[in-house]
């Protein structure tokens, strides 16, 4: 999933700077960016709740496909991790800090989202539901057991909620950001050198597009970004951030539309995103500065996590009931909207009660690390 630390980084307007700036204020445009982004993964996802129709397929493939959300996810982490790292320096201490901060800031909603699909898969998934969808039968198909429910919770198994592959990759590539950034701020020579290596990493990973190695380059150019000068200074202007965007899109529906050479894509979707969020840094966009979107970013890792369950539970009660009926496609726009408006308001409550307490305890868990340490 997405990066799932708070984006507090300098906007920097329209003009060159030689290192990225100090974390001193809130990024409204990238915050905004992972909102809607974590809106078109939930869009796309709920249509898909019900039996495969063209109008469904065509809502998750192509006006609301959440591939190249994912693709901006995992840039976005390796900016926003990289320059929280560079901010604080690159020591035994920092680094310490660094994997206790994410612990409290991922698991705390992780296991909110795990147990509400746990609920969902005890209580709701043996009820009749003749037009769920297929894929959603064969997912849970191979039956739960105990190693399954503690991945599920530890963020390394998507049985229970299959989002959570993302945050399987998140906390693996956090692990590796440390040595990444190290190499990256040595010199040019050796930080272009680690992104190639990453590239080359990412091709060779083989054809599964859920591998951790196959987006270790998507998290190297965003560190890149927050890390070498000759990128911060780099402006592609809004031409430029339409640009990245128009090629993931693009190349999302080659590798959908593919079952061949799928890494040579999602590379090429890195480099897409890359170019939007070092855009979105220079650029002021005024629209992605409204106080709704902002708010959408800051509610973002709910609304990944808690859509599944709440469009599963939805289909199902609905399916159960007998309410569901021809024509689906009209269904599965309505379970968009219901999904919407369900998820939206939880992943709010999500934030002020559970992930802002987590980062809370996270910071007091480190000031005992530290005590201990001195």
């Known amino acids: 999933m997405a990066d799932c630390e708070p984006l507090y980084l300098a906007n920097r307007g329209g003009a060159a700077v030689a290192a990225p700036r100090p974390i001193s204020s809130h990024n409204d445009a990238l915050q905004s960016l992972r ?9 796309a996802h709920s249509a898909l709740t019900l039996s495969d129709n063209g109008v469904a397929y065509f809502l998750a493939a192509k006006l609301f496909p959440g591939d190249p959300a994912v693709m901006i996810f995992f840039v976005l982490s390796g900016y926003v991790l990289a320059a929280s790292l560079t901010k604080r320096g690159v020591s035994r201490g920092s680094v310490i800090g660094f994997y206790v901060r994410r612990i409290f800031r991922i698991y705390p909603a992780l296991c909110i989202g795990v147990s509400a699909a746990l609920v969902f898969y005890l209580f709701l998934f043996p009820l009749p539901s003749p037009h769920r969808a297929a894929p959603i039968v064969s997912h849970y198909s191979s039956g739960l057991s ?37 190499l990256m701020r040595r010199n040019a020579v050796t930080g272009w050198s680690t992104l190639a290596g990453l590239l080359l990493i990412s091709l060779v990973s083989g054809d599964a597009a859920r ?15 927050a890390v070498r000068p000759e990128v911060a200074r780099f402006n592609p202007g809004r031409l430029g951030i339409a640009f990245g965007l128009l090629v993931l899109v693009l190349f999302h529906l080659v590798r959908f539309e593919s079952h061949f050479l799928q890494n040579v894509p999602l590379a090429v979707q890195g480099l ?52 569901i009926g021809l024509p689906l496609w009209l269904w599965s726009l309505l379970m968009v909207v219901l999904t919407t408006l369900l998820t939206v308001p939880l992943s709010a409550l999500t934030f002020q009660y559970v992930e802002r307490p987590g980062i809370e305890a996270g910071k007091r868990a480190l000031q005992m690390v530290q005590r201990r340490r001195s």
């Open 211 to 225: 591998q951790v190695p196959a987006f270790l380059f998507h998290f190297g150019m965003g560190a890149m970004i």
């Open 146 to 182: 105990f190693s399954k429910i503690i991945g599920s919770y530890l963020g390394i198994d998507a049985f229970l909620l299959f989002p959570t592959w993302t945050v399987c990759v998140e906390l693996f590539a956090s692990i590796a950001l440390p040595a990444i950034v190290i």
């Open 272 to 323: 897409g995103a890359a170019v939007v969020i070092a855009g979105l840094i220079q650029v002021d966009v005024a629209w992605m500065r409204r106080r709704a979107l902002v708010a959408l970013g800051d509610w973002s890792f709910g609304i990944y996590l808690l859509h599944v369950p709440v469009a599963f539970t939805l289909s199902t009660l609905f399916d159960a009931a007998g309410l």
């Open 35 to 43: 909102g809607l982004a974590a809106v078109s993964v939930m869009f």
